[in-house]
Nanobody
Framework: QVTLVESGGGLVQAGGSLRLSCVAS????????MGWFRQAPGKERDFVAA????????DYADSVKGRFIISRDNNKNTVYLQMNSLKPEDTAVYYC????????????????WGQGTQVTVSS
């Protein structure tokens, strides 16, 4: 299993930006890619963005398209989530996860999860 550690969360005003980072302890042959999910209080965990390790297209939830950008640094086993034009409804705990299958938009293919980082957007 891969250990994942997120960082970069915090409190920001609406319209601001944050960049989340997720460092994986190692790459595994079975890891197809990485994803970000988020969970707001009282709600289910939702898909945000995903990126394959080997190239190919990225995927985004409709609610963040045009505002969030997922990227990776294979040499550092790190995935980033640049979040721009933040809205109060983006407030949630953000989790990164490592996928062992596809499609990367489905939570069920992710077998390793980080501990989460809180993002709070004030209005």
């Amino acid at each position: 299993q891969v250990t994942l550690v997120e960082s970069g969360g915090g409190l920001v005003q609406a319209g601001g930006s944050l960049r989340l980072s997720c460092v994986a302890s190692r790459r595994t042959w079975s890891s197809y890619g990485m994803g970000w999910f988020r969970q707001a209080p009282g709600k289910e965990r939702d898909f945000v963005a995903a990126i394959p390790w080997s190239g190919g297209r990225t995927d985004y939830a409709d609610s963040v398209k045009g505002r969030f950008i997922i990227s990776r640094d294979n040499n550092k086993n790190t995935v980033y989530l640049q979040m721009n034009s933040l809205k109060p409804e983006d407030t949630a705990v953000y989790y990164c996860a490592a996928a062992e299958g596809t499609p990367l938009t489905v939570a069920g293919v992710y077998k390793s999860w980080g501990q989460g980082t809180q993002v709070t957007v004030s209005s």
